[in-house]
């Protein structure tokens, strides 16, 4: 079961935002979107989410 449902829409466009930044920046452009990013982060798990959340927070990833 997926803990996807349970962030806000503000969390899952900066998680959206690290994990394109960060994890899919070496593939292709076609599969540099919303659904790729989505899966990534469901699979990385809820604890390293927390950390990635506060992470993109503190430095103001979303501002990029």
């Known amino acids: 079961m997926s803990f996807m ?3 806000k829409v503000e969390e899952r466009e ?3 935002t ?3 930044k960060v994890h899919l920046v070496h593939h292709p452009k076609e ?3 919303d ?3 989505d ?3 469901s ?3 809820p604890e390293v989410v927390a950390n990635m959340i506060k992470f993109g927070k503190d ?3 979303d501002q990029l």
């Open 59 to 61: 430095h103001k990833v």
């Open 39 to 41: 899966k990534v982060i």
């Open 5 to 7: 449902h349970t962030l």
């Open 31 to 33: 599969f540099c979107n």
């Open 35 to 37: 659904y790729e990013a």
């Open 18 to 20: 690290i994990v394109k």
């Open 43 to 45: 699979v990385i798990g």
């Open 14 to 16: 900066l998680l959206r």
